[in-house]
């Protein structure tokens, strides 16, 4: 019985290559794809990893350097590591659905005390989710 060992691993951007134009055959005519916006820009930014032992990979060949943002100033308040629903964000939560008001209204309530909707350090959705498990837990 053969065993198949992995030896080299690929990750590349998410960026990498470019979209490729693509016809569909209709009524005996070649029809366009209607145009999506598309995040890629031929970035080269990647990282080989090579086994030399079982289970343990080194780097083989890194490249740094992106050719785009890699978040927009709109879009950094979205991104996973910018969202936590601190013990104050969840006291606003938690204070408002005892006095019946809900996670909207006390999102709203959160960017006046915050100065703005990307300060606030969580979404609307962060905001529903955690009203969720609190009832889950209480009910």
């Excluded at 209709?26 to 289970?55: F, H, Q, W, Y």
């Excluded at 104050?88 to 709203?108: A, E, P």
Aim: proline fraction near 1%; hydrophobic fraction near 40%; charged fraction near 30%.
């Amino acid at each position: 019985m053969r065993t198949i060992e992995i030896i080299l691993k690929h990750y590349v951007c998410s960026c990498e290559g470019f979209n490729e134009l693509r016809f569909q055959k209709m009524n005996g005519e070649e029809v366009k794809e209607r145009k999506t916006v598309s995040r890629r820009c031929g970035c080269k930014a990647k990282m080989i990893l090579m086994s030399m032992i079982p289970d343990k990979y080194f780097a083989f060949f890194f490249v740094e350097e992106h050719n785009h943002d890699l978040a927009s100033e709109t879009g950094r308040q979205f991104l996973r590591a910018n969202r936590e629903m601190n013990i104050g964000l969840r006291n606003i939560v938690y204070d408002g659905s005892k006095i019946n008001i809900g996670c909207s209204k006390s999102f709203f309530f959160a960017k006046e005390l915050f100065g703005g909707y990307s300060n606030i350090g969580a979404t609307l959705r962060d905001f529903w989710n955690f009203d969720r498990d609190v009832k889950l837990f209480c009910w």
